[in-house]
C-alpha cells in the first residue's frame, strides 16, 4: 500500500476544497503549539506546517520554552479557542513532564480538536458519531478503503492500546463489522492471535521488543506497520517487510506507509473544523 501515492490524492481534494471555500468563507487556519525544544517534536510540526500550506491552509506557530508551566499553556490554547479565524488546534506531543497531557488536550475546544483525542471527540467516537477523529486510525481506514480492502467479518488484531493509535482504530474497524482484538505487552499467545489474523495493525516502536516476522503472519493477510524505530540513522517499522511481503495480500512499508495518510488526516480535520465553525458563526 503506497502511502504516499493515497495521501497525494486526497491532498489534492483537501485542495479543492480549501479553494472553493475561501471564495465564500474564511481561509482554514491551523495553530500548532509546540512545548520545548525537542528535534523530533519540531521537525514534525515543521512538516505538517509545509503540508498545510500546500493545500492553502495556513498556519500560525506558537512556541513555548520547556521551562513554561501548565498554566502558560492552558492560557494560550483558552486564546486560541476564543479566536474566530483559528479553525485547528494542534498540541504537539509528548509534552513535558511537568504538564499534565489529559488537562490540555482536555481544555482544546473540541470543535477544533484536530488530532480528535479530546475526551469530548473520544465519546462521539464510541457512540458512532466522530465527526473529527484520530488522524492515525483515519488514515489507515482510508488506506483501506483505496485499495478495496473490505474488513466486514474479518478477524483484525491491533497490537497497540493507546489512545492515539489501538482504541480509537478497534471503533473504527467495529464499525466496519470486523471481529477486533487489542493486543498488548501483557498479552497471553499473542504469537497465536496473530497467526489467526484477518488483518493485523501493529504499532509498537520498538523493533528490541516487538518484530512482526512472516512466521507470525498467515498467507494473505493484510498487514499495516504504523511502527517507527530508528536504528543507524534509518526509519523501520514493526515488521520485517522484506520477508512478510512474500506472504501477505497488502503490506505497508516504514517510511511512505501510514505516515504521510497521518498529516492528511490532519488537514482533512482542519478544514471540516473550518465549515463547521463557519456553519455555526452563520446560524
Known sequence: M????VAMYARSQVKKAVDKL?????????????????????????????????????????????????????????SLNQD???????????????????????????????????PFNAGMLMNGKGTIKPCTPSGIMELLDFYRVDVNRRDAVIVNRSNLVG???????????????????????????????????TAVGNRENFKLTSETVRDGAVVIDVGITRIEGKLIGDVD?????????????????????????????????AVSLKKEMNQ
Open 84 to 118: 474566530n479565524s483559528v479553525h485547528g488546534i494542534l498540541v504537539q506531543l509528548p509534552l513535558p513532564k511537568n504538564i499534565n497531557e489529559f488537562a490540555v488536550i482536555n481544555a482544546i475546544n473540541p470543535a477544533k480538536d484536530v488530532d480528535g483525542l479530546s
Open 22 to 78: 475561501k471564495v465564500f468563507g474564511p481561509i482554514p487556519c491551523l495553530a500548532t503549539v509546540l512545548v520545548g525544544e525537542d528535534p523530533a517534536s519540531a521537525t514534525y510540526i515543521r512538516n505538517k506546517q509545509k503540508a498545510a500550506n500546500e493545500v492553502g491552509i495556513i498556519t500560525s506557530d506558537y512556541r513555548l520554552s520547556s521551562n513554561s508551566t501548565q498554566r502558560e499553556l492552558l492560557e494560550l490554547i483558552d
Open 241 to 273: 517487510f522484506e520477508s512478510v511481503k512474500e506472504k501477505v495480500s497488502w503490506i505497508t512499508p516504514v517510511p511512505g506507509g501510514v505516515g504521510p495518510m497521518t498529516v492528511c488526516m490532519l488537514l482533512k480535520n482542519t478544514l471540516s473544523a
Open 167 to 201: 482504541k480509537p482504530l478497534a471503533l473504527l474497524l467495529l464499525e466496519r463489522n470486523a471481529t477486533v482484538t487489542i493486543c498488548h505487552s501483557l498479552t497471553k499467545d499473542l504469537n497465536a492471535k496473530l497467526k489467526s489474523a484477518d488483518l493485523i495493525i
Open 2 to 5: 503506497d502511502g504516499q501515492l
